[in-house]
């Protein structure tokens, strides 16, 4: 079978789509590409300034193409709130949110509301926008959502008595793998929901691989390695985009690399981890999120 490629890509005109964390790495390709292809995308960006020179930097390659800049930190649910508000009120449909912002092993920080930062920005922060986004995906045909993992979610473990490591220590790989699990989890328990509530909503997940981002900027050892191991932001970006537009996909997919251990290749349909099928561990953190955020869904369980 051929290699999935941005040839594939469909004619995205009308469509309209969020891409957060687009001023860098793999969600500036993915915003790039749909707005080559005809898509009005929204860059959620948590520094105004770098998702304004990103816009710029898509008009330069695609000039025809409608990009807008919006301001989102995914680390202040007081922002996330805000930007929703004003997308909402601004727009009429979402066909695709792509949830792709994240931070990867930062030294020890917090989030507004006081959350471990990566568990805070990687889960709870997209699990907090994607609620009040719903309305406009449920009134849009063919919509859906996806959330970037990692294959580091191969490793993680829910420690549900200390999601914020305040009881073991904080460690950043440890953290890191948690939340990427946590995000394979959101998206089997959001898929179930929707579907028990009859919606049509597709959820997909995806994962980039080995790829060399910004997102490696506090690890000297990734970023000496990426010269022999990793592809660069376009190959990387390619998962995201089959789970964005594929025609044959199915809520609860999960696309990455079809290379060796999943590191580098091109995208195809691949297994969740084991832990992400607990269909308890889903619906345990669901709940947990909801608390924690102050987020409630009124969805019925699935």
Request: hydrophobic share 40%; glycine share 8%.
């Amino acid at each position: 079978m051929a290699a999935w490629t941005f040839e594939n890509i469909p004619d995205q005109s009308g469509r309209e789509v969020i891409v957060t964390g687009a001023n860098t790495g793999i969600g500036f390709e993915t915003a790039l590409a749909l707005a080559r292809n005809g898509a009005r995308v929204t860059l959620a960006c948590r520094n105004i300034e770098k998702g304004q020179a990103a816009m710029g930097r898509i008009m330069a390659q695609a000039p025809s193409a409608a990009v807008s800049n919006e301001q989102l930190d995914l680390s202040d649910l007081r922002s996330v709130e805000a930007f929703a508000a004003r997308y909402a009120e601004q727009h009429d449909r979402l066909d695709l949110l792509i949830l792709n912002a994240g931070v990867m092993i930062p030294p020890e920080s917090k989030t507004a509301q006081g959350f471990e930062l990566q568990f805070g920005v990687n889960h709870l922060g997209h699990f907090a926008l994607t609620k009040p986004l719903l309305p406009l995906l449920q009134a849009t045909a063919d919509s859906r959502v996806v959330v970037v993992s990692s294959i580091a979610a191969a490793r993680g473990v829910m420690d549900f008595d200390d999601l914020q490591f305040e009881k073991r220590g904080y460690s950043p790989w440890p953290a890191y793998r948690q939340s990427k699990l946590a995000n394979q989890l959101f998206t089997l328990e959001l898929q179930r929901r929707l579907r028990t509530a009859g919606s049509s909503v597709l959820v997909i997940a995806a994962h980039p691989g080995w790829t060399a981002t910004d997102l490696q900027r506090t690890s000297n050892l990734f970023r000496s390695l990426n010269r022999f191991f990793a592809m660069k932001p376009p190959q990387g970006a390619l998962p995201t985009l089959r789970a964005a537009v594929e025609p044959e996909a199915t809520g609860g997919d999960y696309y990455g690399p079809d290379g060796f251990l999943q590191i580098r290749g091109y995208p195809q349909r691949i297994d969740m981890v084991k832990l992400a099928k607990n269909p308890d561990d889903a619906a345990r953190l669901w709940e947990i999120s909801e608390e924690l955020t102050g987020v409630r869904y009124g969805l019925p369980t699935g």
